[in-house]
């Protein structure tokens, strides 16, 4: 029994004991008509996702080498060779969208299951605005590219259009694909999907370094006229532009950036979502979009979030101006965004404990169903902090240790700590708010799939309860149906409806803990659409930081920086899209 | 309902009907004290882990910032505050691991559950060898504090007495608590669980950038005495030694240290493990350890695996004598390397992908069961070979680019890629093998929970066949017990048994296909042995390649090395370890 042990499932059916005098070509013909069966049919799921993802990750590491040669300015690799490489991704992935789409018009036949999670409509929405960003990105370097055809490679003209075709069609396959849950011939789709996100994390990638060369190039220009060093700016071409506008082109190009990078992040994030769905078989209690709440008096949180935008776009505004002036106005500019700073993050620190505190007294219980988005989102939300908490604890040890004083020492110090303080807090607000159950739902028909950590050990087993109910009791019926037999205790869960004296002497009432959580998500959006803008166009007074300078070394403080503020841009975008979902939720 | 319809599970067992004239005052304790209680006691799991996780990251990147100001080799950090700061968090870790123990020793009432698949007996084994090294290593540190004591501060004196005693308890903790998963007191102990895999990785940290500093110092001086470079080492410490024995520590220490970094890198993932077990409900179907295959006949694997170790010590011996000699020698001991890493990594692929091959033609089923240990292991090998991915495909773009044409210019290229592929199928290999269901086992008494995939209705709602049975018929009935009215194919499982003959003319039976896949395994264990000897000791040529300093320059080179190798030492034994796994399971 030992030695012979493997299971023969498939050799069973085929060699019944009559046929076991087949001739050996025969059984050899059998053996790779079955090895190819198994390699191209029965292929296991875990093994082709370990697979694709070696293939993403791989073709990301190309770009990745491609960028630090690029970087290094060597005659070997140019611009060009980069954006062919990403051209050449794009124009794969635009055959593989087509064909997707081509074979999903064909089959017709039954719907395909759909994650209700995955990108939900305002979230494509948004990116729709982005991507139209994005287009226009596009006209300026075709634009930029028409002045300079004659000096320039062919690649910088063909690289903006195919990027236009490619963000058309993604937007397209984005609102009506990207909730598919693919089941069917999956090794196809799991290369496809998997080719997309890795290629729009390189587009990413490739507009994170384009903007950081360009604010080190337009600091390093501030710093020359200040007087502190002496740098000649590289003519970018070998010839003249033909047409008035190239200038005009060329310094849009940079505000238009932030919005391009935070599309490719998001789509990224987006078509992994469906990549973990491939193959993934649907939970139909968990896959129900509740629908939003009712809006409730909003005031305050509106009012306080308008005040912070207005206060950093000021702010912003006011940097801009005065740090290229003399050294003395680009410290009180410094000082300025410091001071600025540790109003906000004392504001958003409170804002979320309170949120979290207002949890605390709800004793309400968390939804523990797989969802795959959901799960990327919290993921994400600790990743992308990473990189400002490196940031913040260098600013903290710098500062602590340095010789040299300027006059911001102590505010920067106090903005590094509690800029770790309040990006701790906000994520366990907005974790605690994805996975809190909905508020609306329990008592309704899904009470039973709904609540599986009180009704644990009956909740998997009892039947979906569709017998014949009378109407008009089912909502108490239902979510009590279950549990018979439970403690005194939880039985209660379900008599909330009744007209107990509920929480009457309590200075608390759930409705205006409802109101509270709407105020401070309101708030703490806005506020991370603020603290997205000032970085987002330019304010990044940490680059000229001398005490981290000293301590660390320019190059290392700056790496630490180029990887550290376009990680913080994405965590506020992701914040601001997570706070939107808990604000329809509360 | 919509406004008021917060849970009140609590109000309602502190406020019946009759006390809703409670005086205000005592409606605030009351409010308090529940705020106290559902912050102590019912504090929901995933908040408590976000909250962890952030704590344990934080140390962590403090950790970071005191390296990244330490190279830098400024006056503010220097390596006491390091030491200081790494010697604090052993301490608290030391304190935990006691009240930890004595907590469990006085509950004493029943045996707390235990995860079959963390820390298997014989990775806990090799751990106690990796702490016995250290252990000598910290030995070595006294002698070199004692030597040296007149003009070295105190804390490196502290600091391996600390380590000391901490190596002894965590290597205790491990082998009785490891499997724990703890159900009590849930908040203490995951923040001492996350505080010890944080300790455990900055320990990691600090031994890779105390061994890098070592090597490039190392090289430095070679290219001096070679005449590339002028650099004059900085003298250690600003007086003699007192006793005789200080160089003969120091150059010992450097032995030491490969294993030192393992010891702490494994741990940390073992201590992972046991965090994210906190509060798990385990599945007791896949909570059983399989025991281990009977030995087959195993001839070709381990001499081929001897034969490449041996080749391996044979290529760092002479490597190691001739890299030092003039720079012919050098460039005839890289090429050295080269030819013997294209015949190893060929030859891994090959043993790799044959035992892809097998696998497709068994068409045996995948194991999808919760297991984070598991889990854990194809994530770390993923995520570890991208080190080596990024700096073999710099590898190939600067080979593939550079005017620049070393003797070994085109074997350097066969290698990187040979490595990329290598890495692949190799991970394809230990991913599909740990994720298959265990052969021995179908039929024995654990039938239905061990094939989930194809009694997956029934799989989960079958209690445990726990009846009078005829013991003589159990294997084979169990198996079947299950299995009543589904379809024919399916009952021809069971029937393995009986004496049909099966696969008789076929060219390979699975008795010698397992007796090929561990012969596999075994060699591709004793290559990664290998592999993990050569940079471990110092052979690690890319640090010299022209092509790819030409190209990155010097300093991004050396630093995607400095993150690439320590990776790659910890990918080689990793999948040594999970190679012993796969080997104990096929």
Known sequence: MVE???????????????????????????????????????????????????????????????????????????????????????????????????????????????????????????????????????????????????????????????????????????????????????????????????????????????????????????????????????????????????????????????????????????????WKNIGRTLDHHNNRKRPSTRTSILLLGPILGLLALASSITVLVVYLIHVEKSSQTREAAVSMFYCYGVVMMACMCGASGTGLLIYRLEDWPMDTGKNPSRQLDSELLMGSSLGSWLMSWCSVLAVGASQSSPSYRWTCLAYSLLLILEKCVQNLFIVESLYRRCREHVGSEDCPGMVPEIFSVTGSMVPPYDGIVNRAYETQDKCCASLEGEQPKKRQVCSRNNSLPVGKSLNVTPGRNRQILKNITIFLFMCNISLWLLPAFGCRPQYDNLPEQEMFGFSVWSTVLNVAIPLNLFYRMHSVASLFEVFRKV
Request: charged share 15%; net charge positive.
């Open 4 to 274: 012979h042990s493997g299971l023969d499932i498939m050799f069973l059916n085929k060699y019944s004991p009559g046929s076991s005098s087949t001739s050996s070509s025969e059984a050899e013909n059998k053996f790779f008509s079955k090895l190819k069966m198994s390699l191209i049919k029965k292929y296991p799921q875990k093994n082709a996702e370990t697979l694709s993802a070696q293939y993403g990750t791989n073709l990301l590491l190309i770009g990745v080498s491609l960028m630090l040669a690029l970087a290094q300015r060597g005659p070997a690799v140019k611009e060009e060779h980069l954006l062919t490489f990403i051209t050449v991704l794009m124009l794969v992935q635009l055959v593989w969208m087509l064909c997707y789409m081509i074979r999903r018009e064909r089959e017709r036949s039954p719907v395909p299951e759909r994650d209700a999670h995955a990108g939900t409509r305002w979230i494509r929405g948004g990116l729709t605005m982005l991507a139209l960003l994005s287009l226009i990105m596009d006209a300026f370097r075709i634009g930029h590219f028409v002045g300079y055809h004659s000096c320039v490679s062919a690649v910088l003209g063909v690289y903006p259009i195919i990027h236009a075709l490619h963000t058309i069609s993604q937007v397209h396959f984005l609102w009506f694909h990207i909730k598919d849950v693919i089941k069917k011939y999956e090794t196809f789709e799991r290369f496809g999907v998997i080719h997309a996100v890795f290629t729009n994390l390189l587009l990413w990638c490739n507009g994170v370094m384009s903007e950081a060369e360009h604010f080190l190039n337009n600091q390093r220009r501030r710093l020359t006229a200040l007087g502190y060093t002496n740098y000649t700016p590289e003519p970018e071409h070998n010839c003249n532009c033909s047409t008035s506008m190239c200038s005009m082109f060329t310094s849009s190009l940079y505000y238009l950036y932030p919005f391009n990078i935070e599309y490719h992040i998001f789509v990224s994030a987006m078509l992994f979502v469906m």
